[in-house]
């Protein structure tokens, strides 16, 4: 629900013409593609601003600025896209901006970007520049920076351009997590740039739906579930050969491995594994589309979420299972602790020896581990989108005071 505050940057009459640059959405869902942490990030800043707020959809170089009426149907399509087919959501995303009425910007604006896009063109901050508007970023990580060698050939160099346009350009930015701004702060002090205001506002979890008391079943108990897009950043090919040993050693009595997630890049060896390995046929089920609400029940009735990666800057998979009452087993990341504290299980993403001994006493009916996690589970306290918009709301309302 959005603050009473914010109504007055959103309304345009009253206060200050409010953008939202949802070009990510739009070009993610017309590919086909599922959403990912990012995209749920930006469907709930949809959902909290888009009442008060317009739609920015930048085509083929081109910014296109919706009219409210034609934003508040293209935010719909938007936020309601996983739940509809592929074919459904191109043909009413194309019809909303083939029929949209456009409009002009008033000049002193505020943008939004909550989702990256675009902030490494130059023809993107020559349009903010044309018409005058203060530009507001959501950094979600320096990965690409930090650790390239996870990334798509040529996403540092664009990463770089990013963050130096964040930087120099932007007039407020927003971190998902105190480790993303420390690490935008390093980036910051290395290229000697000034930091624009700032505030690191934590995330809320996404909107699962409470597991059902039939949960739908594709594997056998016990199982664990690794969840989140199949890249090398994430370390599946990790587990992978933790279960092949638990194969090795347990035989038919060895648990269960679900991955849910869609297939990334430079994942090739993951990929041969889950096609061709014979000790894992049977053992580790691949779920590339999955249902909030089944991905809920998964969750919920798993021995723990696994989750090995090498870098984050959110996480949001961990987030979800505490708040499903799911224990996590999780690499040893700084960013966890700031939402999950000493909760997790916390194991470096290169011990793989641990990790096997982990899992197998996490599989065991009586599992000290996992009784012991679940009692300090029982004090989690998530962080909350209402906490994450109040944030927000105090950066964008210190924006439109500032002269242009």
Known sequence: MRSPSLGRIGDGAAGVDLLIDVSRLVGRFLKGRLPTGIDRVCQEYLEHYGPGARALVRIGGNSLVFDHGASMRLFKTLRAAPSRSRIQTVELIVREIADGGFSRVATGAVLLNPGHSGLESEGYFRFLRSREMAAVFLVHDLIPLTHPEFCRPGEREKHLARMKHVLGKGHAVIA????????????????????????????????????????????????????????????????????????????????????????????????????????????????????????????????????????????????????????????????????????????????????????????????????????RLAGFRSPTWSDHFDRVDRLLESVTRRPQ
């Open 176 to 375: 998902n997590s105190q480790a993303t701004l420390d690490a935008l702060s390093a980036f910051a002090t290395l290229h000697g740039i000034g930091l624009p205001p700032c505030t690191a506002a934590l995330l809320g979890p996404g909107a699962l739906a409470s597991p059902g008391t039939t949960p739908r079943r594709v594997i056998r108990e016990p199982y664990f579930v690794i969840l989140g897009t199949i890249e090398a950043r994430k370390n599946h090919w990790l587990l992978l050969q933790v279960w092949r040993r638990l194969v090795e050693r347990l035989g038919n009595r060895a648990p269960h491995l679900l991955v849910i997630g869609q297939r990334g890049w430079e994942c090739e060896n993951v990929v041969d594994l889950l096609e061709r390995c014979e000790a894992l046929r049977g053992v580790v089920t691949e779920l590339s589309s999955c249902s909030d609400s089944d991905l809920s029940n998964y969750l919920h009735s798993a021995r723990a979420l696994l989750f090995p990666s090498f870098a984050e800057g959110f996480g949001m998979p961990v987030l979800e299972a505490l708040s499903l009452g799911t224990p996590v087993v999780a690499s040893a990341l700084p960013v966890f602790r700031e939402f999950a504290g000493e909760i997790p299980e916390y194991i470096d993403p290169l011990d793989g020896p641990r990790w096997l001994e982990t899992i197998m006493d996490f599989a065991a009916p009586e599992s000290a581990l996992r009784k012991a996690q679940l009692l």
